[in-house]
């Protein structure tokens, strides 16, 4: 099992990004997949889920309305995608299979992002 994140990197408050993150390995249409994220100082924090089929999604409260998690089961890819960015989100986001963070087996390397002007 692999995943591999890209597409972090520095944005302004209030600007966007894209992380991808590849699956291979495994059936990646079988698993809900989530992503994650470090935060300097404060530890991991759950960001949300999607399940199998890209059908269903759930969000932490505070990415709730600003980042949107997708999949596209045919290139074996997850995306998450990042918008009205804050500097809070600043951290390094993980891509893992399965829903929640006591449910993840495999997880990315991570990619960082950081939100500054």
């Given at each position: 099992v692999q995943l591999v994140e890209s597409g972090g990197g520095l944005a302004q408050p209030g600007g966007s990004l894209r992380l991808s993150c590849v699956a291979s390995g495994f059936t990646f249409s079988r698993y809900a997949m989530s992503w994650n994220r470090h935060v300097s100082?404060?530890?991991?924090?759950w960001v949300g889920q999607i399940n199998s089929d890209g059908s269903d999604t759930e969000y932490a409260d505070f990415v709730k309305g600003r980042f949107t998690i997708s999949r596209d089961n045919a290139k074996n890819t997850l995306y998450l995608q990042m918008?009205?960015?804050?500097?809070?989100d600043t951290a390094l986001y993980y891509?893992?299979?399965?829903?929640?963070?006591?449910?993840?087996?495999y997880?990315?390397?991570?990619t960082q992002v950081t939100v500054s002007s």
């Open positions: 100082g404060k530890g991991t924090e918008n009205s960015l804050k500097p809070e891509c893992a299979r399965g829903k929640y963070i006591s449910e993840n087996d997880w990315g390397q991570g």
